[in-house]
């Protein structure tokens, strides 16, 4: 059995999307040949780390900053100083992009900066007593790939950067006044990187243009069946919209479901006693004003921040899954992890806006949804889907299991372990 140090910021059991990809890894690379050792920082009231995770101290550089000027670490500034914040999606008022400047200039590179020393003094500790044959780190944040850099000169082995959503060339990601800053920090950090890995196609090729001597690996994120029972669940009374996730500002707007959603009502083709819309997750200060503004107070729940445990279960029971893409039209490649889970939860996945690209490509390969590109196609399929509810009390689910299946945490485990061969073997093929 190989060794493999994984170094990632978000670790089971953290409720965050970005610790599913480490986790699962953890749990499933055993079966294809490689053992984990788990560097991430500690989290109060885990239950013991084990004998494969390493947990070291962290200092959040913000939460520092706000206690070293009198204000609570733990709470926003805007709330602390009764700030207002935008009420429609995507926007962002003076004194907000204020206070982002002040948190990029003080969390530069990211905000887990202050974690890099405790992880590289961590490192040099373990090569007093232990080896590995490669090193993993797994991105957002950064961070990561930075301690893999000095892991990679303390353990004297191959490193594999791993990136769920790309560094500078990250489409999604607002650019600012740091953005040449992190261009030649990001060049500098991964030119010593064996390999490198993403999750999409076109985020494989935007990688290559900017490192065509490195092999890149495209594997997928994935969901673990073990997370979802296999037995039919019983499904809601109602027609269930529900969308578990965050809304990143705006950037995943639901703004196109309301609308439409309230054309129907208004027209009497859809029932509001019938319908619930139910978001899952922080509740952004534009959500509540948007609702009001389209008169659906009476459809659309707004639950907050629940257990991974508990929305498991509330997707598995709706009859519709939303997922929203992103705004930004020229981003084909993003494959948010939500589209994964959403697999496991077998229920008809519809997602609206962003353009058509790898999501679309998934959703009409494994038949488990359809990506509405325009406002005329959202229409149609809630009409279609709310009319075979009203028929049979169900919208049916029509997903392709052999399809699907491929996208399994244990699928992609053989992916990464057949790319973690290749690197410590020297050979270098993708």
Known sequence: MRRLLLITYAYSPQPFIGALRPSALARYLPEHGWEAIVLTPRVPGRK???ACVIETGDRD???HFKAKFGLNPRLGVHEQFRLPLATTPNSKLLHTKLIDYLKGLLAYPDTAKGWIPFAVEAVAEFAKRGHVDAILTTS???SCHIIGAQAKKILRCPWVADFRDLWTQN?????????????????????VADALVTVSVPWTRRLHERYPAKPIYTITNGFDP?????KPQRLTECFSITYAGALYEGKRDPSPLLEVLAELVQEQIVQPTDVRVRFYGQVEPWLPPLISRHQLEELVELHGIISRDEVLQQEMESQVLLLLGWGDPKETGQHTG????YLGARRPVLAVGGSKGVLTEVLDETKAGIHAL???QLRECLIAMYAEFKND?????RGDARSIDKYSCSQMAWRFAAALNETADGKNEC
């Open 226 to 230: 073990g997370d979802f029972p296999q």
């Open 48 to 50: 013991g780390p084990g």
């Open 393 to 397: 009390g169900q919208v049916r689910y």
């Open 140 to 142: 957002p944040p950064e």
């Open 61 to 63: 550089v913000v939460q």
């Open 338 to 341: 939500k589209l994964f889970e």
């Open 171 to 191: 489409l999604a990601a607002q650019p600012d006044c740091f953005q040449s800053l992190r261009v030649r920090l990001e060049k500098k950090t991964l030119n």
């Open 374 to 376: 325009s406002k005329q």
